[in-house]
């Protein structure tokens, strides 16, 4: 049950994870650097956000961080409350009769200056309305699609699932094939992960230690897949087909992404919800 | 009324101004260049495409320049006809009850290397269900604003307009200031100009002059707006601006534009709807 307790909970361990992700990504920053690149090595920025004027209804914080390994990394935590919009409590899990909401969650999205590092996009939630559930995802978007990497990311998200249940890895992944993809150019945004959503087991303990080793697995996983490709060097070629990748992901974050859309058409916070766009895109 | 005799006239109009525009860019090319850009001067390439696989249906002719001082240009002529789906039927006037359309336009995105000439929008169209009207519009968005060049845009709109109705300049200026514009941001895309549609006064041809007018003012004042700043060199600063302001372009582009919006998700022909992307883009 999604007591204030509990709500805590939820809330230290996005704050912890969104710590321990900073730390190992700025490790990165110290520990390489590409001869293409001449950047400094970079550091996390943190900004704080409030949702509404009054203070009543909760914020999050940015953390951003452009580097010499990452172009442009952001990782977002949030804890937002109050009441859904008549229109928009139609739509979510138990608000037909009470609009109040309590939402908290951590969002990643690295864009890479390298073609051959893939970039990434990881977020878990917890939603509680009077229902209360947890949903998230990881996915990658290599521009130079590797087997070796992209077994090691489904791998790492498999026997993760696994411990929990053996049903999720394949039913995640299925269902993050199909979220993320554009219809307009019949093609998928990457080389896929896992999406969920609405985990309520009836067993909240479990169904929160299964939203914890899901990051724990990108935390692990998503750093060793930058440090496997990190000596590549490129061509401009292959820099420019890495431009062209990223306008399909703007495409899709702005066309298709639930989360942008409503975020944008909502009044969220711009600078935190746009963190996703990449920093440089092209178009033929 | 849409004879079919009134159709040929109208598709005849869109391809004779493509071919002056093109010609008019074209002598752009030849005559100017900047010393910050390597390009060799452009000459646009034409592209057909069929809307159905059947050859029923129609479809349009793209025309993309890259080259010196433009760089991406599309001029995009179009016409298609057949039976809109149920679903979209009931959001278009004169199909409720008869599915049936006629439609044919020209479409131009304009974006320059140089932060100091406005990107620019313009496109006309006449379609016929068993109603008919003609609609449109043409825009500006400039990365560094000055009040000359807007003033001359508007100001040969303004006059356009006024010799088909004095009511129009100032009702379509309106309707443009509030379609471009980005809610999320709280901005307008750029400087306005006019955008119109559902016109129908029961005089055909008027109506129809009044769309080719609006075709021979941008045909005339934009590629003057582009001569005037053609000589102003830039800063690194100064074309970081435009990328970013260019961000903002694809974002109203894929979050707002009917046309963008409506063309994706039937199925439109990807290459011609996406041809106003910026070649370039930055989110910070």
């Not at 704050?15 to 992700?21: A, G, H």
């Not at 949702?51 to 390994?69: A, F, P, Q, T, V």
């Not at 130079?144 to 993760?160: A, G, Q, R, V």
Request: charge should be positive.
């Amino acid at each position: 049950m999604a007591t204030n307790k509990n709500k805590e909970k939820v809330e230290s361990w996005f704050i912890k994870l969104r710590n321990q992700i900073c730390q190992r990504f700025e490790e990165i920053e110290n520990n390489f650097h590409h001869n293409e690149i001449r950047e400094k090595k970079g550091r996390f920025i943190r900004k704080k956000w409030k949702r509404l004027k009054n203070k009543k209804g909760g914020g999050g914080e940015i953390s951003i961080m452009k580097g010499r390994i990452f172009e442009k990394v952001g990782v977002n935590i949030s804890t937002v409350y109050g009441n859904f919009s008549k229109e928009f409590s139609k739509q979510v899990p138990g608000c037909e009769k009470n609009p109040k909401f309590w939402a908290s969650g951590i969002s990643i999205v690295a864009h890479m200056h390298s073609p051959f590092i893939t970039a990434a996009h990881f977020n878990t939630r917890h939603i509680v309305t009077s229902k209360s559930w947890f949903g998230g995802g990881t996915d990658i978007t290599p521009t130079m699609p590797d087997k070796k990497n992209i077994n090691l990311f489904h791998t790492s998200l498999n026997k993760t699932c696994d411990i929990h249940n053996k049903k999720y890895y394949k039913k995640f992944k299925k269902w993050c094939d199909e979220y993320f993809y554009l219809k307009h150019r019949q093609e998928t945004r990457g080389a896929g992960g896992i999406f969920f959503d609405y985990i309520n087991t009836n067993n909240w303990e479990e169904d929160f230690d299964f939203t914890k080793d899901i990051g724990k697995c990108f935390l692990k996983t998503y750093p060793k897949i930058i440090e496997n490709n990190i000596k590549k060097t490129w061509t401009k070629k292959e820099r420019e087909k890495l431009l062209i990748k990223r306008g399909r992901y703007a495409e899709f974050n702005l066309l298709y992404d639930r989360g942008t859309q409503f975020g944008l058409k909502t009044g969220g916070n711009i600078e935190a919800i746009l963190m996703s766009m990449p920093p440089k895109a092209k178009w033929l």
